[in-house]
């Protein structure tokens, strides 16, 4: 199931018949209370939101979403105006997996539809406790803690996380980080990792001094001697 958030009702309905036309399902709200009332019947796998809407702005229901345990999974697809930088960032530290800029093209926007439900599933959370220090992060528990004090990440920055955990000392490119936790390549690519990257080191305290970049190449995670 696709939920769409838009109040513009050309842009809904074009969208939501190319969906349905491509054999999928979805269901459009032109106010965010209708889409938390449909969301109180059926958790979907991916979500389209605009970030001007009425009642409530989208960067704030993307907040919610990934606030919630029922809904922190959810493949989130932001609507953002064309240019807008600020947008884009703020969406992505809030937790977005990926963005489209209005005005855009109903062959683009499927295609991130399609890699987003493959997304779905692709990647189950690994078994057993990771530890790097005073680092602690239960892949099957979604918890990460710095010694005795718990830290709260988005989804990517937590998927982020575990992916350099589970290879000590390995060095992932950017295009590795990018393919494997957004699934494909888009504009962008290499800021949208390295703010990632920033955010989590901030949210890790000295712990994400562990986290080291590698130059000209990308970054990998280790004890310094």
Known sequence: MIYFVEDDNSIRKLVLYSLTSAGLEAEGFARPSAFWAALERRTPEVVLL????PEEDGISILKRLRESRRTRSVQVILLTAKGSEYD????LDAG????????FGMME???????ALR????????????TLGALTVDPARHVVRVGENGVTLTLKEFQLLVLLMERPGAVLTRDQLLSTIWGYDFDGASRTVDVHIRTLRQKLGEAGN??????????KIEETP
Request: proline share 9%; hydrophobic share 40%.
């Open 50 to 53: 605009d970030i001007m809407l």
């Open 88 to 91: 884009k960032v703020v969406g």
């Open 96 to 103: 977005a997996d990926d963005y489209v800029s209005k005005p």
């Open 109 to 115: 926007l499927m295609a991130r539809v399609r890699s």
């Open 119 to 130: 997304r779905v599933g692709d990647r189950p959370p690994p078994q057993g406790v990771l």
């Open 210 to 219: 562990l986290i080291q970049t590698v130059r000209g190449m990308g970054y």
